[in-house]
């Protein structure tokens, strides 16, 4: 769906309601939405003032993660919601690293932040899969999907993802979840050092 046509039905907006906010015929939006005509970019500045949106959105095919995004714009805009505190994260992206994560004092805000997380991951370890045809590493997809189903609560899981995120360099040497996981990740790297093929 193009951004226009998501944001307008989103935000509960008539087409001719636009077009009078634009100074415009009806028609215009149609073809817009349509994708016949591409918005002129002297509306777009209109667009992002009335939506609160960057302008980059209207025009384009919406990923579901923009569709998240955008719903999060609204939600922020129509709450308001104030930063409680800052928690630090992983984030997973072209660049790894520890980012500060905003956590608000309004519940939705912090839902909807999760879900376009997940959505992020989601994509992630789709792209991951889709690399390839044929993918060599196939089975170990599927084994890590099956410990992350049966086991995702165990502590040493976590520890071990952690010790591996070291590892390979994922994860910063800095970040750590304390003295116990230094130990654990020293042991286990003997063994992985052991067994580096």
């Avoid at 998240?68 to 790894?96: M, Y």
């Amino acid at each position: 769906m193009i951004g226009l046509e998501y944001i307008l039905h989103l935000y509960d907006v008539k087409h001719i309601e636009l077009a009078e906010l634009l100074g415009i015929k009806k028609q215009n939006i149609n073809l817009w939405i349509k994708g016949k005509q591409g918005i002129p970019k002297k509306y777009l500045p209109v667009l992002e003032e009335r939506f609160h949106v960057s302008g980059n959105y209207f025009s384009k095919e919406l990923t579901e993660i923009e569709k998240l995004e955008i719903q999060s714009i609204k939600l922020k805009e129509e709450l308001k919601p104030v930063i409680e505190r800052h928690q630090e994260e992983f984030s997973v992206g072209e660049e790894n690293k520890m980012v500060q994560k905003a956590i608000y004092d309004q519940e939705p805000v912090n839902k909807l932040e999760r879900e376009i997380e997940k959505a992020k991951l989601i994509d992630t370890f789709s792209k991951g899969l889709h690399q390839v045809d044929e993918h060599p590493y196939l089975e170990s997809y599927k084994l890590l999907v099956e410990i992350l189903d049966k086991a995702q609560g165990e502590p040493l899981l976590h520890k071990t993802i952690e010790a591996l995120a070291h590892y390979f360099e994922v994860l910063p040497n800095w970040v750590s979840k304390g003295e116990e996981q230094d130990e654990f990740e020293e042991e286990i790297f003997e063994v992985f050092d052991d067994h580096n093929y």
